[in-house]
């Protein structure tokens, strides 16, 4: 247990659907991350959020938006979803992103759209 | 643009000694993360390298050259339940991680 939670853990969608993904937090952090991992590909970096407020938006497509109601919740909205966007979705948390704050990964959530 | 190598797969044998590289050209350099990634679960942090040299934790070391964009993750004493997939990130200009694909360590008996 990592004090990070996400769901569901296992997701199927069809591309015209609209779901959401959760991501708690209990560790007092402050900043909170959305990534997506791809078989034998990097994690990338989709949205950062620090204090609530979003200050990275690595040209994510708009089909997903997410939402941080406060410094402990992170959600991210899904629609009209491709099959390319089928991944590993990990949150995470950090104390505010600088020197050596490490990030705090939770179990993920598998998204598979048909 | 930004780049994090690292090899794909490696495999060792359990009781023995592996080296696991990763070299890096990034925008700015605020340290150097490992972490774990086992199979199906989250990744979880390992080590934090931002000044040149070798810091020792257990039964991993973790090793940085600022000059050369070069680290080294080093497990000693490997065990069955170090099977796992090893990532290396930098912390850019902007503190933001970029990460590599992983190295997936095989341990066999």
């Known amino acids: 247990e990592t004090g990070v939670t996400q769901t569901p853990r296992h997701l199927v969608m069809g591309m015209t659907n609209k779901k959401s993904l959760k991501c708690e937090q209990h560790l007092g952090h402050n900043a909170m991350y959305w990534y997506k991992q791809s078989a034998k590909k990097p994690l990338e970096l989709m949205f950062v959020y620090n204090f609530k407020e979003q200050t990275e938006n690595n040209s994510v497509p708009s089909r997903f938006s997410p939402e941080c109601p406060n410094s402990s919740h992170l959600f991210l909205h899904l629609h009209t979803l491709q099959p390319e966007d089928s991944a590993l979705y990990l949150c995470?948390?950090?104390?505010?992103?600088?020197?050596?704050?490490?990030?705090?990964f939770g179990p993920g959530t598998r998204l598979t759209v048909l | 643009g930004q780049n994090i190598d690292q090899p794909t797969e490696m495999t060792a044998t359990e009781g023995a000694i592996v080296q696991i590289n990763c070299t890096y050209q990034?925008?700015?350099?605020?340290?150097l993360f490992w972490y774990q990634q086992h199979a199906g679960e989250a990744p979880t942090f390992l080590s934090y390298?931002?000044l040149d040299g070798l810091e020792e934790k257990g039964r991993f070391s973790s090793f940085l050259s600022r000059s050369k964009g070069y680290s080294y993750l080093l497990l000693k004493e490997l065990q069955m339940k170090d099977s796992a997939s090893y990532l290396c990130a930098v912390q850019d200009s902007n503190y933001q991680l970029i990460w590599g694909a992983g190295t997936k360590l095989i341990i066999k008996p």
């Open positions: 990034t925008s700015g350099f605020n340290g």
């Open positions: 390298n931002v």
């Open positions: 995470a948390s950090s104390l505010p992103g600088g020197g050596g704050n490490e990030q705090f």
